[in-house]
């Protein structure tokens, strides 16, 4: 709901932030984004 009218988002994450994750936030992401 917060990023209904968001045209782009953008993800930051730091060197120990383990790939798997921001991978799987990424591909929520852009679940979210293929409903609208």
Do not use: C, Y
Not at 3 to 31: F, H, K, M, Y
Request: proline residues 3%; hydrophobic residues 35%; negative net charge.
């Amino acid at each position: 709901e917060d990023l209904r009218d968001a045209g782009r988002v953008g993800v930051t994450a730091g060197a120990s932030t383990p790939d798997w994750l921001i991978e799987q936030v990424v591909t929520r992401l852009r679940e979210i984004g293929s409903r609208q």
